[in-house]
């Protein structure tokens, strides 16, 4: 067949839109070659070059294949890599495996990652065993669960440090008990420690280590609090919506001669649901930022605030029992070891205004200024004002005050922390061995 354009002068829009079409295989290269009225090999060679063109356009500046640093790839960095993937990388056994295969060519089987995991394991747990726990002054103690299993965990407040992480099948005053005292072993003596109101878990501490204090955790009674507030929110809302729908009825009133009544119902409904939601948060606003914040009064009077809540709880439980009595009860039973954190912070600022030489209440002052953040103007007219009243000595306290509170936890939410860590490398296992939380307490 004669062709219609030498290959040499057929036109450029022609030769891009071949090797486009060579380049994307949707049309055979004979056929190509048929229709332009050029050869098999040059529809070759304008696919090659486009391939290569194409090439160009992507290629970075700088080659990505050139050659950064060396690695001395061993047996051991293989090992590390293997725990790497796994701890670091929150990946599985067969993760481990493609990744060998894929991009070192290394094969590697699941009982291999097994192997290196046992045997880090038990440097791990000989490691655990040999540390001195003795400085530890507050542990925060918690428990999480895998599917029926409860783990025992337990840090150091200060270095969040995790001296307890150990699977058990209950989660009783024994098996905490036990725990602890296995770590007492190690030197384990805390001034206190922090927990939420777990009847085994305080149970298992007064068995084992007697009179020693457990603070109570504002965490989960504050959250505790706003759950309650939330619904009874969504009712008063939930309220609204149906009156709302009931005056849009209003047209119909000669059908339902009791429309108006109903009507009127539901005001009284939706002003009796945000009464009582506007109270309940008010109160739970005060206990926050007035009784349980570390900022704040001395012992004494936080207890008279406490009292006062609970107290306006009560007043208004009848309305919605159901819901109101579990926190009104749960804030009777725990105000004692909620508060405890201000005992420790009243000692501490006591003994602060014994060394300076000045009245307690100087020395409060300078706590209770760290609830205003520091960009407000009230915060540096109260920092002002102290300044001018305690002359030179003012630095000194008011680092020394900050430095107290800094060193006075309130609740376990160190350790909540560290158990939605664990929470990712929990899913990646069907049992949790003692080996393999040994190995997680150290990393």
């Given at each position: 067949?004669?062709?219609?354009?030498?290959?040499?002068?057929?036109?450029?829009?022609?030769?891009?839109?071949?090797?486009?079409?060579?380049?994307?295989?949707?049309?055979?290269?004979?056929?190509?070659?048929?229709?332009?009225?050029?050869?098999?090999?040059?529809?070759?060679?304008?696919?090659?070059?486009?391939?290569?063109?194409?090439?160009?356009?992507?290629?970075?500046?700088?080659?990505?294949?050139?050659?950064?640093?060396?690695?001395?790839?061993?047996?051991?960095?293989?090992?590390?890599?293997?725990?790497?993937?796994?701890?670091?990388?929150?990946?599985?056994?067969?993760?481990?495996?493609?990744?060998?295969?894929?991009?070192?060519?290394?094969?590697?089987?699941?009982?291999?990652?097994?192997?290196?995991?046992?045997?880090?394991?038990?440097?791990?747990?000989?490691?655990?065993?040999?540390?001195?726990?003795?400085?530890?002054?507050?542990?925060?103690?918690?428990?999480?669960?895998?599917?029926?299993?409860?783990?025992?965990?337990?840090?150091?407040?200060?270095?969040?440090?995790?001296?307890?992480?150990?699977?058990?099948?209950?989660?009783?005053?024994?098996?905490?008990?036990?725990?602890?005292?296995?770590?007492?072993?190690?030197?384990?003596?805390?001034?206190?420690?922090?927990?939420?109101?777990?009847?085994?878990?305080?149970?298992?501490?007064?068995?084992a280590w007697g009179d020693k204090?457990?603070?109570?955790?504002?965490?989960?009674?504050?959250?505790?609090?706003?759950?309650?507030?939330?619904?009874?929110?969504?009712?008063?809302?939930?309220?609204?919506?149906?009156?709302?729908?009931?005056?849009?009825?209003?047209?119909?009133?000669?059908?339902?001669?009791?429309?108006?009544?109903?009507?009127?119902?539901?005001?009284?409904?939706?002003?009796?649901?945000?009464?009582?939601?506007?109270?309940?948060?008010?109160?739970?606003?005060?206990?926050?930022?007035?009784?349980?914040?570390?900022?704040?009064?001395?012992?004494?009077?936080?207890?008279?605030?406490?009292?006062?809540?609970?107290?306006?709880?009560?007043?208004?439980?009848?309305?919605?029992?159901?819901?109101?009595?579990?926190?009104?009860?749960?804030?009777?039973?725990?105000?004692?070891?909620?508060?405890?954190?201000?005992?420790?912070?009243?000692?501490?600022?006591?003994?602060?205004?014994?060394?300076?030489?000045?009245?307690?209440?100087?020395?409060?002052?300078?706590?209770?200024?760290?609830?205003?953040?520091?960009?407000?103007?009230?915060?540096?007219?109260?920092?002002?004002?102290?300044?001018a009243g305690m002359g030179r000595?003012?630095?000194?306290?008011?680092?020394?005050?900050?430095?107290?509170?800094?060193?006075?936890?309130?609740?376990?939410?160190?350790?909540?922390?560290?158990?939605?860590?664990?929470?990712?490398?929990?899913?990646?296992?069907?049992?949790?061995?003692?080996?393999?939380?040994?190995?997680?307490?150290?990393?």
């Open positions: 067949m004669t062709s219609l354009y030498p290959a040499a002068k057929l036109p450029d829009s022609e030769r891009q839109n071949m090797a486009v079409q060579a380049l994307a295989g949707s049309v055979p290269v004979s056929q190509l070659a048929l229709q332009n009225g050029v050869s098999r090999k040059f529809v070759y060679q304008q696919k090659s070059m486009a391939s290569a063109a194409l090439d160009k356009v992507f290629a970075s500046s700088a080659p990505d294949d050139e050659v950064l640093f060396a690695l001395p790839v061993t047996k051991t960095w293989l090992r590390q890599l293997t725990l790497g993937v796994t701890l670091i990388g929150h990946g599985s056994y067969r993760g481990v495996v493609e990744l060998m295969r894929d991009l070192l060519g290394v094969r590697i089987s699941e009982g291999t990652v097994h192997n290196v995991h046992q045997a880090a394991a038990r440097q791990a747990c000989a490691i655990n065993c040999g540390i001195d726990l003795s400085p530890i002054r507050v542990g925060l103690h918690d428990e999480i669960f895998q599917g029926s299993q409860s783990v025992l965990a337990g840090i150091d407040a200060q270095s969040t440090y995790c001296y307890l992480l150990a699977a058990a099948e209950h989660r009783d005053a024994d098996t905490w008990g036990i725990h602890l005292l296995d770590a007492s072993q190690q030197g384990l003596n805390p001034d206190y420690t922090i927990a939420d109101a777990g009847q085994g878990l305080r149970a298992g501490q007064k068995a204090p457990c603070h109570g955790d504002v965490f989960h009674i504050q959250h505790q609090c706003e759950v309650l507030a939330n619904t009874l929110a969504s009712i008063a809302k939930g309220a609204r919506s149906r009156r709302k729908k009931l005056q849009a009825k209003s047209g119909e009133a000669r059908q339902d001669p009791d429309l108006a009544d109903r009507i009127a119902l539901a005001w009284q409904a939706e002003e009796g649901a945000h009464a009582l939601t506007v109270d309940i948060r008010t109160l739970i606003a005060w206990l926050s930022y007035d009784v349980l914040a570390l900022a704040g009064p001395s012992l004494d009077i936080r207890n008279e605030m406490f009292d006062f809540i609970v107290a306006e709880f009560g007043r208004r439980e009848h309305i919605d029992p159901r819901r109101i009595r579990p926190v009104r009860v749960a804030l009777q039973n725990q105000r004692d070891d909620l508060l405890a954190f201000a005992r420790v912070l009243d000692d501490k600022l006591a003994a602060i205004a014994r060394t300076h030489q000045l009245p307690e209440h100087v020395v409060r002052a300078a706590c209770v200024l760290h609830r205003k953040p520091s960009t407000s103007p009230s915060y540096w007219q109260g920092w002002n004002r102290l300044r000595k003012f630095h000194a306290i008011f680092d020394a005050v900050a430095l107290a509170m800094a060193q006075t936890p309130r609740s376990s939410a160190l350790v909540e922390n560290l158990n939605s860590r664990l929470r990712n490398y929990f899913t990646l296992r069907r049992q949790l061995g003692g080996s393999y939380l040994h190995l997680l307490q150290f990393f």
